[in-house]
T-cell receptor
């Protein structure tokens, strides 16, 4: 079956531009996570959705970052007024239900801010 | 708060030799432990997980890991590596009191040479 997909796979933005990154989770998966992976580092948690509810956004680095999942499936991570430090790979993961443990990761979107 | 430490940033190994990747964690609450592998330009793929029960867990591709509660470690091993095992490996911790978000180590790059 189809896994988690993300688009675009690569994005180059000029400093100050807004970007939107899309995640299509596995169909029926209740939970959705966003992570940020800087070069040479492990992924860092950004935010968590259970269905359409954003239950944890403690990892969002600034108020320029926000995420939504309005219908409980597709999610969008938006970064306003991008800065060079936002350059990273943004990973999306989904999970079938809260009682399960494994997260299924997408291939990521590599964002480069010039 | 919890932390995850992967003690080696890079591990060179010859084909058919054994490999061990070290992971230590700290947490004030119970944890679940995971190892993920990331091939270039791909998302993370689950190798194995420890939730409870036997402290020796077996995963895919011939990998296994041992949970040691007293030493707060979860080291990953493979008795004989292949060229195709060249990848980045991440240890991850999930606390039992969270939404299931992962905290990852910084990763260990395994380079297998003939």
């Amino acid at each position: 079956g189809a896994g988690v997909s993300q688009s675009p796979r690569y994005k180059v933005a000029k400093r100050g531009q807004d970007v939107a990154l899309r995640c299509d989770p596995i169909s029926g998966h209740v939970s959705l996570f966003w992570y940020q992976q800087a070069l040479g580092q492990g992924p860092e948690f950004l935010t968590y959705f259970q269905n359409e509810a954003q239950l944890d956004k403690s990892g969002l680095p600034s108020d320029r970052f926000f995420a939504e999942r309005p219908e409980g499936s597709v999610s969008t991570l938006k970064i306003q007024r991008t800065q060079q430090e936002d350059s990273a790979v943004y990973l999306c993961a989904s999970r079938p239900r809260r009682g399960s443990y494994e997260q299924y990761f997408g291939p990521g979107t590599r964002l480069t801010v010039t | 708060a919890q932390s995850v430490t992967q003690l080696d940033s890079q591990v060179p190994v010859f084909e058919e030799a054994p490999v061990e990747l070290r992971c230590n964690y700290s947490s004030s609450v119970s944890v679940y432990l995971f190892w993920y592998v990331q091939y270039p330009n791909q998302g993370l793929q689950l190798l194995l997980k420890y939730l409870s029960g036997s402290t020796l867990v077996k995963g895919i591709n011939g990998f296994e890991a041992e949970f040691n509660k007293s030493q707060t470690s979860f080291h990953l091993r493979k008795p004989s590596v292949h060229i195709s095992d060249t990848a980045e490996y991440f240890c991850a911790v999930m606390t039992t009191d969270s939404w299931g978000k992962f905290q990852f180590g910084a990763g260990t790059q395994v380079v297998v040479t003939p």
